[in-house]
């Protein structure tokens, strides 16, 4: 048996089989390339689905982890450590929000901000205050609270009843919006660019009537950027980009690069109606984790110090300038194609959205050594490591290309 076989083998008997996994078992990366258990190389456009920010075997990350573990990993929420505060510092001079909640995963930060919105207006005396509106195509993970707000009926059918008092609206339709928020709208949850959707961004348009709904009626908004935030987009945050002022922000993916973190940023109003032991996580901002996001932001933001984020320095300006050559290599390669229907995205959150079922081409790339994703059906997604050289983008470009020249001659034959 061949070392896929066995992995696979014995997955099969034992891992729950939640997962359509494809057939490749990698188990070593460097940068932007992924090496698989028989020494191939891939190029690696979906990092992890961007979490690995630094690129793969990132030797400054490696050393402040093996420090920390060193040192130490966890002594819970029950005491001190110095990290946390100082992560806090920095997310709150990035954000603007003063406040952060330390968990594990994305999920589990839009867990807390559902919480804590229901928590602020309960805490205000407004106890009918309950309900959320999020939004069609939206995703924020499976937890039950996190898969109350997300819209997929795939997802959500098998497991109801889930929470109550969620209403969806269309990101398409700014008026409908306005019909689904009412003064017992606790919370407005949303994208502001709709990852798992497709990588659709918000319309100026739809990010007004959520500035506008929030306004008439005083509810909260959550902004979700688990996968735009932290310097995806060649910016901190998207929803400034959009004009939006959220209450709160659910982080996650790249704030570890790979070490698994999370965390809900925090408006000082909403964060003086939380009190001690309304929330908690065990693990949540342990010395492992905080070290490795505080070695992640310096690197995004290229200063070791909490400073509001102005001058593009760091991976976010290289962001900004490999925004412009991949933009331009996906707009060329959507012009020679007639499958491609339309390259969109920002900064190193792009997508190409195909006229046909999009899983020939994720599979032609993997052949090719290219590994991207599917999201909404017809629709390849890439988000590579923040670290991405133009060359590599160009090599990513090509790849795709000679797939898609072979799809073609599959469709027309
Ligand atoms: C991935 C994602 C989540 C869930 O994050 P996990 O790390 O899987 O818990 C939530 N919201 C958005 C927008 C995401 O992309």
């Known amino acids: 048996m061949s070392n896929f076989e066995q992995v696979k083998a014995l997955e099969a008997a034992h891992v729950l089989q939640t997962y359509k996994r494809a057939p490749v ?3 070593r990366g460097e940068g932007s390339r992924l090496y698989d258990s028989d020494g191939r190389s891939y190029l690696d456009f979906i990092s992890g689905i961007g979490v690995v920010v630094l690129g793969h075997g990132n030797p400054g990350l490696a050393a402040v982890i093996a420090k920390q573990a060193q040192t130490l990993i966890q002594t819970s929420n029950l005491y001190y450590h110095p990290l946390q505060g100082q992560l806090a510092a920095r997310l709150a001079a990035l954000s603007g929000l003063q406040r952060t909640f330390f968990c594990n995963s994305g999920t589990e930060a839009v867990e807390a901000c559902l919480k804590f919105a229901r928590r602020y207006w309960f805490s205000r005396g407004e106890k009918r205050r309950t309900q959320f509106v999020a939004l069609e195509h939206g995703f924020s993970g ?4 996190a898969l109350s707000v ?11 009843p889930l929470v109550p008092g969620v209403t969806f609206a269309s990101p398409a339709n700014p008026a409908a919006l306005d019909m689904a928020v009412t003064n017992e709208t606790a919370a407005i949850i949303v994208e502001p660019i709709q990852g798992e959707g497709g990588v659709r961004p918000l319309t100026a348009d739809f990010a007004a009537a959520i500035e506008r709904a929030c306004e008439r009626t005083g509810c909260l908004l959550i902004a979700d950027e688990v996968q735009c935030g932290l310097g995806r ?6 929803s400034p980009v959009l004009g939006l002022t959220p209450d709160l922000i659910s982080i996650g993916k790249a704030l570890g690069s790979g070490v698994p973190i999370g965390a809900a940023l925090i408006a000082e109003p909403v964060a003086a109606q939380i009190f001690p032991g309304d929330h908690g996580s065990t ?6 984790s905080t070290r490795a996001a505080l070695y992640v932001l310096e690197q995004l933001t290229g200063t070791s110090a909490a400073v509001p984020y102005q001058a593009p320095g760091g991976l976010i300006g290289h962001v900004r300038e490999m ?32 006229t046909i079922d999009a899983t020939p081409v994720i599979e032609g790339a993997l052949k090719a050594g290219l590994l991207v994703n599917r999201t909404a059906e017809r629709v390849i997604r890439m988000l590579p490591p923040l670290t991405v050289t133009e060359r590599e983008i160009h090599e990513a470009v090509e790849l795709l290309d000679g797939v898609l020249v072979g799809i073609k001659t599959e469709v027309t034959t």
Do not use: C
């Open 25 to 27: 078992v990698f188990v």
């Open 142 to 145: 499976r937890t039950f609270g």
């Open 150 to 160: 997300t819209a997929n009926p795939a997802y959500r059918e098998p497991f109801g």
């Open 233 to 238: 987009t060649g910016e901190a945050f998207y």
């Open 283 to 288: 693990y949540g901002g342990n010395l492992l």
């Open 323 to 354: 925004s412009v050559v991949f933009a331009k290599a996906l707009d060329d390669l959507a012009a020679r194609h007639t499958v491609v229907k339309t390259a969109r995205g920002v900064g190193m959150m792009r997508a190409l959205e195909l």
